[in-house]
């Protein structure tokens, strides 16, 4: 693939469902990170995968939320349970590695909870 | 804690003159800088970077510029154009906690033709 995907593009959502978004890095990045950006905020990590390392979770809000990787693979990003103040731009980003590699972003998920 | 701070949320630019974007940080353990910019519905594209070993770095018309005594950054897009017009996030890491990058609020440029 070209860049990095994530699907789906928006999410309407119910308070208290669960959601679960996916996002496609780019074929051989071994780094993929999930971002959010709430309305007129910057982006906030939530956390990141590097190869077969354990994952860094430091920035996720809370334990309804959690990220699984498969190998080198497809990330998904579950909410559970989720809230009005989830609302916000859900940015998946790949890089060859955790250095300085450039990291490249998706075009986001849409979030909103009503 | 807002260890990246961009504090103008907006700036307006006329064709061919020089935007600068500021950005300021509070953790002396970023050694790493890095600029991406956004369009709307997009996610955003890395700019350019600049490690904290230097002072200046250029690429075309952007320039970075670094003062670790001030901690501060600014780009300088010279001469500006119409399809800069974006958001243009600052970021920084630390090269020994791994690749996350703390962002701040974003810069919205205008440039006016």
């Known amino acids: 693939g070209a860049g990095v995907s994530q699907s789906p593009s928006n999410k309407v959502t119910e308070k208290g469902k669960d959601v679960e978004l996916r996002c496609d890095p780019i074929s051989g990045h071994t780094a993929l990170y999930w971002y959010r950006q709430r309305l007129g905020q910057g982006l906030e990590f939530l956390i990141y995968f590097q190869g077969n390392s354990a994952p860094d979770k430091s920035g996720l809000p809370s334990d309804r939320f959690s990220a699984e990787r498969t190998g080198e693979s497809v990330s998904t990003l579950t909410i559970q349970r989720t809230q009005q103040e989830d609302s916000a731009v859900y940015l998946c980003?790949?890089?060859?590695?955790?250095?300085?590699?450039?990291?490249?972003f998706g075009p986001g998920t849409r979030l909103l909870v009503l | 804690d807002q260890q990246v701070k961009q504090n103008s949320p907006s700036l307006s630019v006329q064709e061919g003159r020089i935007s600068i974007l500021n950005c300021d940080y509070t953790n002396s353990m970023f050694d790493y800088f890095l600029w991406y910019k956004k369009y709307p519905a997009e996610g955003p594209t890395f700019l350019i970077s600049?490690?904290?070993?230097?002072d200046k770095n250029e690429d075309g018309r952007f320039t970075v510029f670094l003062n670790k005594s001030a901690k501060h950054l600014s780009l300088h897009i010279v001469p500006s154009q119409p399809g800069d017009s974006a958001v243009y996030f600052c970021?920084?890491?630390?090269?020994?906690?791994?690749?996350?990058?703390?962002f701040g609020q974003g810069t919205e440029l205008s440039v006016k033709p």
């Open positions: 970021a920084a890491k630390n090269y020994n906690q791994g690749g996350k990058l703390i």
């Open positions: 980003a790949s890089s060859l590695g955790a250095g300085g590699e450039t990291q490249y």
């Open positions: 600049i490690s904290s070993i230097k």
